[in-house]
């Protein structure tokens, strides 16, 4: 059965820091990932889509590395701004149909 | 490209009711899903429907349905509405294998009194 972990439930960094989200998984046969923000009380907006072939997707300042043997995909900020103040999830295929299974996530707070 | 729409955006219904959510999918996509996100909490799979019929199915009590569309777009249905049913309701849309990802829309935030 798939599961989905999210490290850590919080964090709270200092604006232009660099910061790295951790997200690990226990069904390594999985042929993608994807990250999403969530802004409070709205719905997910994707953020990048790892297929398994792939060991690295990048968007701006968002950079997401997926390792399918170790269990665990990072999704790396760089320059963390404000604005970057969301909850982050990762989500993997699960087990029934073509679903997705998600972490609890991790809500990040970048102070100014 | 259109995205996914959900309508509407908040509901608040009584404890016994029933209530019937909408989404309508993104452009393209032939696969509808539900998630039932509680506060704090990643989205939990209520079911997929793929072709008008349901492909897979979380653990969701039978008071939970749904339908889909021949435009691909789908409804949840929930009878008999628990407190604990209060949430908020995610629709995602993808192709049939989730490849390309999934594209969600802003939720239906619904409380049961």
């Known amino acids: 059965k798939q599961e989905v972990t999210q490290i850590p439930a919080a964090l709270s960094v200092p604006e232009g820091e660099n910061l790295v989200l951790n997200c690990s998984f226990t069904d390594s046969a999985i042929y993608n990932l994807q990250w999403f923000r969530q802004d409070p009380g709205k719905g997910l907006t994707s953020l990048l889509l790892?297929?398994?072939?792939?060991r690295e997707q990048t968007s701006g300042r968002l950079n997401a590395s997926l390792d399918k043997s170790s269990g665990r995909s990072t999704l790396y900020i760089a320059a963390s701004q404000p604005g970057d103040s969301a909850t982050y999830l990762c989500a993997g295929p699960g087990d029934a149909g073509n679903m997705l299974t998600f972490g609890g996530g991790t809500r990040l707070m970048v102070k100014p | 490209e259109t995205g996914v729409t959900q309508s509407p955006t908040h509901l608040i219904k009584t404890r016994g009711q029933q209530v019937t959510l909408r989404c309508s999918s993104q452009?393209?996509?032939?696969?509808v899903s539900w998630y039932q996100q509680a506060l704090g909490q990643g989205p939990q799979f209520i079911f997929q429907?793929?072709?008008?019929?349901?492909?897979g199915r979380g653990n969701f009590p039978p008071r939970f349905s749904g339908l889909q569309f021949p435009n691909y777009s789908s409804e949840l249905n929930v009878n008999a509405l628990e407190l604990d049913d209060s949430a908020l309701y995610l629709c995602a849309s993808s192709l049939w294998t989730g490849a390309y990802g999934y594209t969600f829309g802003s939720g239906t935030r619904l409380t049961v009194v």
């Open positions: 452009s393209g996509h032939n696969t």
């Open positions: 429907y793929y072709r008008e019929e349901e492909n």
């Open positions: 790892i297929q398994s072939s792939q």
